[in-house]
Structure formats: structure tokens, C-alpha cells
Nanobody, 123 residues
Framework: QVQLVESGGGLVEAGGSPRLSCAASGRTLSRYAMGWFRQAPGKEREFVAAITWSGGITKYGDSVKGRFTISRNKGKNTVTLQMNSLKPEDTAVYYC????????????????WGQGTQVTVSS
């Protein structure tokens, strides 16, 4: 089992740069990939970014490329999503997720999920 707990988020002005953090525990993560997804009201869960724990290979969703950066801290067992130039359409609940193996953008490939943290962007 992998336990994931997200933190950060809240109410942010458009153009802001908040940072989300995901604390992982329960298993050695060396062969896992960690991802961030988001879900806005009435919409499907959307892939945001992912990173392999071991090599730091990354993948981003088209809507956040160039604005968001995913990173991991092996010593602290955390994954961070740095969000820049936020837009109102970035408003969503953001979820941290984990899967065995390589990075992927499909929701159903991820086995473990956090509870989510709300990010609201005001215009």
C-alpha cells in the first residue's frame, strides 16, 4: 500500500504561483511513478503531470505545459507541483497518485490516490 497526502492549494489570484505537495508513505517508491491529476466540477479527471521516482522522467498535460513543474524529493518522500501563471480554468481539486512503472497520463493506470486538495483561482 502507498499512502498519499496532498497539501497546499487554497484560494489564489489569477497569475499566482502556488505549490502543491504530496507526502508519500508505505512502500519504497523507487519503481513507482507519481502523478498529479485534477478534476473540475462537472468534468472528468484530467492528467496534469507525472514523474518517475528513480530517474525523474517527466510528462505533462497539454494544458499545463510550460506553466507547471513536477519534481520529487527522495529524502523527504514528497512530490511537488509548482504551478505558475494560474488561470481561472485551473480551478479544480488536485489529486496526487502513484503507479508502478513508467509515467502515464491515463487515470486508470494509477493504483493509489490521495484525497485531493482544492485550488480555486480568482479572476
Amino acid at each position: 500500500q502507498v499512502q498519499l497526502v496532498e497539501s497546499g492549494g487554497g484560494l489564489v489570484e489569477a497569475g499566482g504561483s502556488p505549490r502543491l505537495s504530496c507526502a508519500a508513505s508505505g512502500r519504497t517508491l523507487s519503481r513507482y511513478a507519481m502523478g498529479w491529476f485534477r478534476q473540475a466540477p462537472g468534468k472528468e479527471r484530467e492528467f496534469v503531470a507525472a514523474i518517475t521516482w528513480s530517474g525523474g522522467i517527466t510528462k505533462y498535460g497539454d494544458s499545463v505545459k510550460g506553466r507547471f513543474t513536477i519534481s520529487r524529493n527522495k529524502g523527504k518522500n514528497t512530490v511537488t507541483l509548482q504551478m505558475n501563471s494560474l488561470k481561472p480554468e485551473d480551478t479544480a481539486v488536485y489529486y496526487c497518485a502513484a503507479k508502478w512503472g513508467v509515467v502515464a497520463g491515463a487515470t486508470n493506470e494509477y493504483e493509489y490516490w490521495g484525497q485531493g486538495t482544492q485550488v480555486t483561482v480568482s479572476s
